[in-house]
């Protein structure tokens, strides 16, 4: 399979390119590093890289920026940060990418645990991640070509003890687990699906 990892050098994007490297090519892309880049709070680059990498099989998206901060002192710019980044990026990259991925191909974007289990200063994030997965439920229903797409949701990671402190009573989850949902999501035959990894 030709398969699209975005985030490719990022906490999960760099696990999940080296498992799928194994036995399938994989063209990596970040907003500076990879194979090719791409900025996804920008519909025009979405557009350029989608021309550059042609045809695929799969996209992986473990990309996208959002807000992390109190309530009281919340602006709108501030919650755009995740409406623009994580949220219409990785809308973005599948309202573009669906004229360009084969038949019976497939979408993986990431959300979150704080769609379901908030926490104090997580409101932006929270939002967003349930958008995507409501986003996902309801492409699954009438995206063409037999087309799957599916969200992974992760808690904390393992590998960033710097977020313990926010996530307090929350088990973190080992990387492995992560990477696993990744690999059901692109090679197994879910469609409309939240893989949930907490």
Same mark, same amino acid.
């Given at each position: 399979m030709k398969i699209i990892v975005v985030g490719a050098t990022g906490t999960i994007? @760099?696990? #999940? &390119?080296?498992?799928?490297?194994k036995e399938h090519e994989v063209i990596t892309a970040g907003s500076k590093s990879g194979d090719l880049q791409v900025d996804i709070t920008s519909p025009e680059s979405i557009e350029r890289f989608y021309e550059q990498a042609g045809k695929f099989d799969a996209l992986v998206s473990a990309t996208g920026s959002a807000y992390?901060?109190?309530?009281? &002192?919340? @602006?709108? %710019?501030?919650?755009? =940060?995740?409406?623009?980044? @994580?949220?219409? *990026? $990785? +809308?973005?990259?599948?309202?573009t990418g669906q004229h360009y991925v084969n038949h019976k191909g497939s979408f993986t974007l990431t959300s979150g645990i704080l769609s379901e289990d908030p926490i104090v200063l997580g409101a932006n994030l929270s939002a967003v991640n349930g958008a995507i997965n409501s986003f996902v439920k309801s +492409?699954? =229903?009438? #995206?063409?070509?037999?087309?799957? #797409?599916?969200? =992974?949701?992760?808690?904390?990671?393992?590998? %960033?003890?710097?977020?313990?402190? /926010?996530?307090?009573?929350? #088990?973190?989850?080992?990387?492995?687990?992560? &990477? $696993?949902? /990744?690999?059901? %999501?692109?090679? *197994?035959?879910? &469609?409309? $699906?939240v893989i949930e990894v907490y």
């Amino acid at each position: 399979m030709k398969i699209i990892v975005v985030g490719a050098t990022g906490t999960i994007g @760099k696990h #999940i &390119t080296a498992a799928l490297q194994k036995e399938h090519e994989v063209i990596t892309a970040g907003s500076k590093s990879g194979d090719l880049q791409v900025d996804i709070t920008s519909p025009e680059s979405i557009e350029r890289f989608y021309e550059q990498a042609g045809k695929f099989d799969a996209l992986v998206s473990a990309t996208g920026s959002a807000y992390f901060g109190p309530l009281n &002192t919340m @602006k709108d %710019s501030d919650f755009r =940060v995740g409406i623009n980044s @994580k949220l219409m *990026g $990785q +809308v973005n990259l599948v309202l573009t990418g669906q004229h360009y991925v084969n038949h019976k191909g497939s979408f993986t974007l990431t959300s979150g645990i704080l769609s379901e289990d908030p926490i104090v200063l997580g409101a932006n994030l929270s939002a967003v991640n349930g958008a995507i997965n409501s986003f996902v439920k309801s +492409v699954a =229903v009438e #995206i063409d070509n037999g087309v799957r #797409i599916n969200a =992974v949701s992760p808690g904390v990671f393992e590998e %960033s003890p710097d977020y313990f402190p /926010y996530f307090a009573g929350h #088990i973190p989850v080992k990387m492995d687990r992560v &990477t $696993q949902a /990744y690999i059901k %999501s692109v090679l *197994g035959a879910l &469609t409309g $699906q939240v893989i949930e990894v907490y």
